[in-house]
């Protein structure tokens, strides 16, 4: 039986082309200063040169804890276990260290940046702001007081007659990095009004007998972690409650013809940060002892959430303003 002939091999399509690198993407440097008594000293440069003499504060390699803030773990241990159970953690203090170098064009300008940058970051004046600036122009502000490094060393590789080198170390007590995009929302609404959004109908609303409810008002926090708002309620407003899956907090209304929750021409306050916790309106006054019993003021998720909001109207327009500015984790 005859062999049949081999056929050679015809490739007819062309081999495909090789895929293009990756183009890097073209980015600035990062600026970093540092501002201290409580935000509102001199902000002094740490990236770049004050002036064409070089005398200069300038962060030198070699920073830690400015990136995942420190966590406690906790758990559990059983006697007839091994190892432990875990139970849960928390976001610690979170500390840094930022190596900075002085350089003077003599003596007397490397004293000067020594005593400028002393008074600047001294805790007794405040907190200083740390500010970290990207090359995409979104700007990280962290809290932080300063707690040691500047004691000094004059050995021959920290200091010279025109120079010095410092380890900065400092405390952050509220370890989350803050944005400068302060998140708002507000709505408007009156006597027979629809709930309104910048003029347009947010959602289908139930309005009867001027009571305002909305169980799925949806709040988008593009942060890293949960952030707490700023509520402003502009009266006159009988009632209101807030609520948050299985927290809540309000003033319930009274009967018809009685005082308002929020009378016409005020504005309540609530505040729900940390440490700043406070119901008052915009003359001072405490509206806590008329809050409702077990009150919860609720922080906003991260990423996408709904609140329910029921308020009971007065005779004429009010208003609602949500604010809060985003958390994140690292600059």
Same mark, same amino acid.
């Given at each position: 039986?005859?062999?049949?002939?081999?056929?050679?091999?015809?490739?007819?399509?062309?081999?495909?082309?090789?895929?293009?690198?990756?183009?890097?993407?073209?980015?600035?440097?990062?600026?970093?200063?540092?501002?201290?008594?409580?935000?509102?000293?001199?902000?002094?440069?740490?990236?770049?040169?004050?002036?064409?003499?070089? *005398?200069?504060?300038?962060?030198?390699?070699?920073?830690?804890?400015?990136?995942?803030? *420190?966590?406690?773990?906790?758990?559990?241990?059983?006697?007839?276990?091994?190892?432990?159970?875990?139970?849960?953690?928390?976001?610690?203090?979170?500390?840094?260290?930022?190596?900075?170098?002085?350089?003077?064009?003599?003596?007397?300008?490397?004293?000067?940046?020594?005593?400028?940058?002393?008074?600047?970051?001294?805790?007794?004046?405040?907190?200083?702001?740390?500010?970290?600036?990207?090359?995409?122009?979104?700007?990280?502000?962290?809290?932080?007081?300063?707690?040691?490094?500047?004691?000094?060393?004059?050995?021959?590789?920290?200091?010279?007659?025109?120079?010095?080198?410092?380890?900065?170390?400092?405390?952050?007590?509220?370890?989350?990095?803050?944005?400068?995009?302060?998140?708002?929302?507000?709505?408007?609404?009156?006597?027979?009004?629809?709930?309104?959004?910048?003029?347009?109908?947010?959602? *289908?609303?139930?309005?009867?007998?001027?009571?305002?409810?909305?169980?799925?008002?949806?709040?988008?926090?593009?942060?890293?972690?949960?952030?707490?708002?700023?509520?402003?309620?502009?009266? *006159?407003?009988?009632?209101?409650?807030?609520?948050?899956?299985?927290?809540?907090?309000?003033?319930?209304?009274?009967?018809?013809?009685?005082?308002?929750?929020?009378?016409?021409?005020?504005?309540?306050?609530?505040?729900?940060?940390?440490?700043?916790?406070?119901?008052?309106?915009?003359?001072?006054?405490?509206?806590?002892?008329?809050?409702?019993?077990?009150?919860?003021?609720?922080?906003?998720?991260?990423?996408?959430?709904?609140?329910?909001?029921?308020?009971?109207?007065?005779?004429?327009?009010?208003?609602?303003?949500?604010?809060?500015?985003?958390?994140?984790?690292?600059?």
């Amino acid at each position: 039986m005859p062999i049949p002939a081999i056929k050679p091999l015809v490739l007819d399509q062309q081999p495909a082309p090789l895929p293009l690198p990756p183009q890097p993407v073209v980015w600035g440097h990062t600026h970093v200063t540092i501002t201290g008594s409580n935000g509102q000293g001199e902000e002094i440069p740490l990236t770049s040169f004050a002036t064409r003499e070089w *005398p200069a504060i300038i962060i030198q390699a070699g920073a830690t804890g400015l990136d995942m803030p *420190p966590r406690e773990l906790h758990a559990d241990d059983s006697p007839n276990l091994d190892g432990s159970i875990y139970r849960g953690s928390r976001v610690a203090a979170r500390q840094i260290m930022i190596p900075v170098y002085l350089h003077g064009v003599d003596r007397r300008t490397l004293k000067d940046l020594k005593r400028r940058l002393i008074r600047a970051i001294n805790p007794d004046n405040g907190f200083c702001v740390l500010k970290f600036a990207e090359g995409d122009s979104l700007t990280r502000t962290l809290h932080a007081y300063y707690k040691g490094g500047l004691e000094g060393d004059e050995g021959a590789d920290n200091a010279g007659f025109r120079w010095s080198k410092f380890g900065l170390q400092f405390t952050a007590f509220d370890p989350w990095f803050y944005g400068d995009d302060l998140q708002v929302a507000e709505w408007s609404f009156g006597d027979g009004t629809p709930f309104l959004k910048k003029g347009e109908a947010l959602f *289908p609303l139930s309005l009867s007998k001027g009571i305002l409810s909305s169980k799925n008002i949806p709040i988008v926090n593009p942060g890293d972690v949960d952030a707490w708002p700023i509520w402003e309620l502009k009266g *006159p407003i009988r009632g209101f409650k807030m609520t948050s899956g299985d927290r809540s907090f309000g003033i319930a209304a009274g009967p018809a013809g009685g005082p308002a929750a929020v009378p016409a021409g005020r504005t309540l306050i609530v505040d729900t940060r940390p440490g700043m916790k406070s119901l008052t309106d915009d003359q001072g006054n405490n509206y806590w002892p008329r809050v409702d019993s077990s009150p919860s003021l609720w922080p906003v998720p991260a990423g996408k959430s709904a609140v329910s909001v029921d308020l009971t109207t007065g005779s004429s327009a009010a208003s609602l303003r949500l604010s809060f500015r985003p958390r994140y984790e690292s600059y």
